[in-house]
């Protein structure tokens, strides 16, 4: 079996004292590809670096979080734009609007995710969406910019099947499933019941969010089984198919 980390900060600073161990033991766990998503210009050269050590399995990605988003948002952008034209980059991400920590940058968020939207299509790539407690003002920048040529994923899915379905509606993305699926009381399982898993793919968010049993402590790309052995249970299918299907959706995404 196979599996994809749609989703991971292995480079940040809670691997620091053993990255190369939580890789291996991802690779023994069959995790052998991990999509890295960007922060902000800060996390661009460690997220490199993990990458030139690990060109067959880490796959970046360039965008500015939602959480990093300042009043010099374009400064960092025009920064980013540059770095796309001498390297190779899977996705603009994680990228989006979050109103779960701070409302009054509202404006700057909205105006860098379109700006960010722009950007990957003119380089032909997916968009990672990070989206906490914004569907509305996500769906309704999306609803403005989707077309054939939009597509990705929205990252740590938790909302209802209503918004799902939103989701479905716009044809080419997909939903990131992580550790959240199996917390007892998040209601997640209920709603990824109802969503044919041609529109799932799997993700850790590591070091964030780590499933039960290990809630509460540092997540890692290996923990990506449980998540998937939970996702199996819901949807009633084997392991196997899990760890098939949700790669290929995967590679339907990011084109490798």
Request: net charge negative.
């Amino acid at each position: 079996m196979t599996f994809t980390d749609t989703h991971a900060h292995v480079y940040a600073s809670q691997f620091d004292e053993d990255r190369e161990q939580a890789i291996k033991t991802s690779l023994d766990q069959g995790i052998s590809r991990i999509f890295l998503p960007n922060i902000d210009r800060d996390s661009v050269r460690g997220m490199m670096d993990l990458v030139d050590q690990y060109p067959s399995n880490c796959f970046p990605m360039i965008g500015l979080h939602p959480c990093s988003v300042k009043e010099n948002w374009q400064e960092e952008l025009h920064y980013y734009e540059s770095l796309l034209n001498d390297h190779t980059f899977y996705a603009i991400g994680e990228i989006g609007i979050d109103l779960y920590w701070n409302k009054t940058l509202l404006n700057e968020q909205q105006e860098a995710f379109i700006y960010q939207i722009k950007l990957a299509k003119k380089h032909k790539l997916p968009i990672v969406i990070h989206a906490r407690d914004s569907f509305d003002e996500i769906f309704e920048i999306i609803d403005q910019y989707n077309d054939d040529a939009l597509t990705g994923i929205f990252h740590c899915f938790t909302g209802t099947l209503n918004q799902a379905n939103k989701i479905i509606d716009y044809k080419g993305f997909k939903m990131g499933v992580g550790g959240v699926l199996t917390f007892k009381n998040s209601g997640l399982d209920k709603v990824v019941k109802d969503i044919d898993i041609k529109h799932l793919v799997l993700e850790t968010d590591a070091p964030y969010l780590a499933p039960h049993p290990y809630r509460g402590k540092r997540n890692e790309p290996s923990y990506l089984k449980v998540i998937a052995h939970k996702l199996a249970e819901v949807k009633n299918i084997s392991i196997n198919e899990i760890a098939e299907i949700t790669t290929d959706n995967s590679k339907s995404i990011f084109g490798i």
